[in-house]
């Protein structure tokens, strides 16, 4: 019988997707299910960004350039001006998401068995595009104790080998939360500039920053143009997570002509999607701070309540629209399929993300959860409710 590969085998299944099968089962006992697993914002998508493809005359839906649109990535340079961030059209190659802005990078500084340094937890699926591409991931492991702050740059010295190739975060933070300091930011970039390695920057959760913090960008910095890689997506900005649009900015010319060659490899991003998502950089202001002022909300009634619970852990998280919460129980991947199998309230349960699978580390995060809060405020508090109920009649199970 053909046998699948160790990179396949080693894949792990996805922390926030994995329990799907378990949801659709309840949902056909008529359960009602909270999601609160999944970063998919109930946010509606801008208006102009639908009226462009709804409106578009295209005759014949052909390819795009390999490299993106270029009457999108002219009107990219002049919004990432607005963020302090001054780059040319050149400087963008645009992906179909920012998945695969991530495997390109990842393919194209690396080779099997060199490393990528991140601070965990971290979004899972870098571990995925890491184990395809025969690439280890090394992390460095902050902890809610410490609120998730930055790891002493020390610690990142400490597993820096000749197989190391780069440093990658997500900033703000999937799934903690955390926005990075302009201090932390440019202690980074000096670890990278001391080591020669490359700094990636996950920035796909630039406008979701709250309490007066600041998002510093690693492209806002000088004397990092060859080490700097900036990963983005118009999926959480525009709640255009099906757009599939992201993009890979860089000042370092040999790593975009590798990242171009996979990109032609492809053939070209999605037309439609492009259309879109160009349309949705005429958004207004008015509809971020809305969006804004709406999470900040969430994420304090959340935080409110998860805060009544008993031996409930849980940090206010400064942007992205994500937390995790530590539970009293001993594997949050067994509790999160029971809450589906074998609890409801009034017909109703939650499905939450295990937090396990945020961290390369083995058996750290077993009683934790991330919790997305992309919810209405109403649903969150009912969220919370349950989940109360839930550790309750858990704990008295499992005396």
């Not at 809610?144 to 002493?152: C, D, K, R, S, T």
């Not at 060859?226 to 000042?251: F, L």
């Not at 649903?379 to 550790?391: F, G, N, Q, T």
């Amino acid at each position: 019988m053909p046998k699948i590969s160790k990179k396949g085998i080693l894949t792990p299944e996805s922390p926030i997707r994995k329990l799907v099968p378990f949801a659709e089962a309840a949902k056909k006992k008529g359960i009602h299910i909270y999601h609160l697993n999944i970063g998919q914002p109930d946010i509606k998508t801008p208006k102009v960004a639908l009226d462009a493809v709804r409106n578009n005359t295209i005759d014949i839906l052909s390819y795009s350039s390999s490299d993106g649109s270029e009457t999108y990535r002219e009107k990219l340079v002049t919004y990432y001006a607005k963020n302090n961030i001054h780059i040319h059209k050149e400087n963008i190659i645009v992906t179909t998401g920012a998945s695969e802005a991530l495997l390109f990078t990842i393919a194209s500084i690396t080779d099997p068995h060199d490393e990528i340094i991140i601070p965990e937890p971290f979004y899972a699926n870098y571990n995925t595009f890491a184990i395809t591409k025969g690439v280890n991931v090394i992390p460095v492991t902050s902890t809610i104790e410490n609120n998730f702050a930055l790891p002493n740059i020390s610690a990142f010295e400490k597993v820096i080998t000749n197989k190391t190739k780069a440093i990658l975060i997500c900033n703000p933070g999937n799934p903690t939360g955390i926005v990075y300091s302009k201090k932390d930011i440019q202690q980074l970039k000096n670890l990278a500039i001391k080591h020669d390695l490359f700094l990636i920057a996950d920035e796909v959760y630039r406008e979701f920053v709250y309490d007066g913090e600041e998002h510093h960008s690693i492209l806002s910095e000088t004397g990092i143009n060859q080490h700097a890689i900036m990963i983005d997506s118009v999926s959480k900005r525009y709640s255009m997570c099906g757009a599939r649009i992201g993009c890979v900015i860089s000042r370092n010319k040999d790593f975009l002509f590798t990242v171009m060659k996979m990109a032609q490899s492809r053939l070209s991003p999605p037309t439609y999607a492009q259309i879109a998502a160009e349309a949705a950089l005429e958004t207004p202001q008015h509809y971020f701070t809305e969006v804004v002022e709406e999470y900040t909300q969430r994420r304090n009634i959340l935080i409110k309540e998860l805060k009544k619970l008993d031996r409930v852990t849980v940090f206010t998280p400064k942007g992205a629209f994500y937390c995790i919460v530590q539970l009293p129980v001993n594997d949050t991947d067994i509790f999160a399929q029971w809450m589906l199998e074998n609890f409801s309230d009034k017909n109703e349960t939650i499905m939450v993300a295990p937090a396990s699978g945020f961290y390369s580390t083995k058996n750290i995060g077993k009683s934790q959860i991330r919790i997305a809060y992309v919810l209405n405020q109403k649903d969150l508090i009912r969220s919370v409710e349950i989940l109360k109920l839930a550790l309750q009649q858990y704990q008295e199970e499992n005396i």
